[in-house]
């Protein structure tokens, strides 16, 4: 059985969204796509006209997981501050986890916690959190 899909989200654009009751700690599925370099990824995405929307997951080695490319369903989810999944990195692969119980036609999230140069900070803006937490950070970069 079928344990989440992707449908409109009212958080932001496309949202993944549980099928069943997920239980604290059951792994949901893998992050997919091509496996790539920063530098790749970048000149992929810069020739694209949608170039602010990306899947780029990256990874402890230094690679990005490319979900625009070869992916999967998980690329659709969206960050919140107070997320109810995590992305665990294992061999160079990333799997999303439950946080705690999460109910049927519940929203996933997880929390970005994106992290870019100092002088990119000026361009924050682009970064703006809609997840409505009551303790939102109000944006989805990771804390300073």
Known sequence: MKRVSVRHSPIHGKGVFALRVLSAGERVFEYKGLVTTWREAARTYARRADAGHTFLFGLSDGRVIDGGRGGNGARWL???C???????????RV????????EVGEELFIDYALE???????????????????????TMLAPI
């Open 78 to 80: 969206n960050h919140a």
């Open 95 to 102: 799997y999303i986890n439950a946080l705690r119980d999460i």
């Open 82 to 92: 107070k997320a109810n999944c995590e992305a665990i990195e294992q061999s160079g």
């Open 116 to 138: 870019i140069s100092a002088k990119s900070r000026d361009s924050v803006g682009e970064y703006t959190c809609r997840c409505g937490a009551r303790r939102c950070r109000g």
